[in-house]
């Protein structure tokens, strides 16, 4: 392996894993309510609550603190249409099931697969949380039976963060990945960035890798640079996206 390939490895190797405990969720009005609802379980008025919003906006992290408290499964959303339910969920009596939106598309398997979720989880008075980009009731399902179960569900928005959420959300990103930045680095961020859970996400990962690559600290000078070369590829229509939803 030559030497700019082990970099390459290297880099790819030290991807941090996100700190996802309820103490580390970061309320803001834009998701306290959310929140209370996770929080609520399992004192819901149905078996099931959808959490829906822009990518970064919290819900994977609000999905893992209710998997942690209910001791839910997670399922991959590609298993609903290439495994039988029962094999699936086991003795489970609570399941999370992320990026519905996008398994439901188009899929009538996948429909179906998640309306006989829906009804075991019923039967064994169990939970269910989905999360995904859109309103349940802009998914694309066509079996009527699917969406009146979608339709008696709790769905909560996770809306756009405000500005102190943002500076807070860079402090916390270069905090996963054990890195120190002064503050003159995230009040410099703060005044030119977009205002997403995303962009802030996906900034600090590549300011990350620039650091990391050009074995430099993390000054206002290379922050500057990585935001000049991500302005060029959005302009080019190359938009860097290397986080999770």
Same mark, same amino acid.
């Given at each position: 392996?030559?030497?700019?390939?082990?970099?390459?490895?290297?880099?790819?190797?030290?991807?941090?894993?996100?700190?996802?405990?309820?103490?580390?969720?970061?309320?803001?009005?834009?998701?306290?309510?959310?929140?209370?609802?996770?929080?609520?379980?399992?004192?819901?008025?149905?078996?099931?609550?959808?959490?829906?919003?822009?990518? $970064?906006? $919290?819900?994977?992290?609000?999905?893992?603190?209710?998997?942690?408290?209910?001791?839910?499964?997670?399922?991959?959303?590609?298993?609903?249409?290439?495994?039988?339910?029962?094999?699936?969920?086991?003795?489970? +009596?609570?399941?999370?099931?992320?990026? +519905?939106?996008?398994?439901?598309?188009?899929?009538?398997?996948?429909?179906?697969?998640?309306?006989?979720?829906?009804?075991?989880?019923?039967?064994?008075?169990?939970?269910?949380?989905?999360?995904? *980009?859109?309103?349940?009731?802009?998914?694309?399902?066509?079996?009527?039976?699917?969406?009146?179960?979608?339709?008696?569900?709790?769905?909560?928005?996770?809306?756009?963060?405000?500005?102190?959420?943002?500076?807070?959300?860079?402090?916390?990103?270069?905090?996963?990945?054990?890195?120190?930045?002064?503050?003159?680095?995230? *009040?410099?961020?703060?005044?030119?960035?977009?205002?997403?859970?995303?962009?802030?996400?996906?900034?600090?990962?590549?300011?990350?890798? +620039?650091?990391?690559?050009?074995?430099?600290?993390?000054?206002?000078?290379?922050?500057?640079?990585?935001?000049?070369?991500?302005?060029?590829?959005?302009?080019?229509?190359?938009?860097?996206?290397?986080?999770?939803?």
């Amino acid at each position: 392996m030559t030497e700019s390939a082990a970099a390459r490895q290297l880099l790819l190797d030290l991807t941090p894993r996100p700190a996802l405990g309820r103490e580390d969720f970061l309320e803001a009005p834009c998701n306290r309510i959310a929140a209370l609802w996770i929080d609520r379980w399992p004192d819901w008025p149905a078996p099931g609550l959808a959490l829906y919003g822009p990518p $970064g906006c $919290g819900k994977s992290h609000l999905a893992a603190v209710w998997q942690a408290a209910s001791g839910a499964i997670a399922l991959d959303p590609a298993e609903l249409s290439t495994r039988a339910t029962p094999e699936i969920l086991g003795a489970a +009596t609570a399941c999370v099931l992320d990026h +519905t939106d996008r398994v439901l598309s188009g899929d009538p398997l996948a429909e179906r697969a998640l309306l006989h979720l829906f009804n075991v989880l019923m039967e064994r008075g169990g939970f269910l949380l989905l999360a995904g *980009r859109r309103a349940p009731a802009q998914w694309p399902v066509g079996l009527p039976d699917l969406r009146s179960r979608l339709a008696m569900m709790q769905a909560v928005d996770l809306g756009p963060p405000d500005d102190r959420l943002i500076e807070v959300l860079l402090v916390k990103h270069f905090a996963d990945r054990q890195l120190r930045v002064g503050p003159e680095v995230v *009040r410099f961020l703060l005044a030119r960035m977009e205002r997403s859970f995303a962009a802030a996400r996906d900034l600090v990962a590549a300011i990350d890798r +620039t650091a990391l690559a050009a074995h430099r600290e993390i000054t206002v000078p290379l922050a500057r640079t990585v935001l000049e070369r991500l302005d060029r590829a959005a302009d080019n229509g190359n938009h860097e996206n290397i986080g999770r939803d």
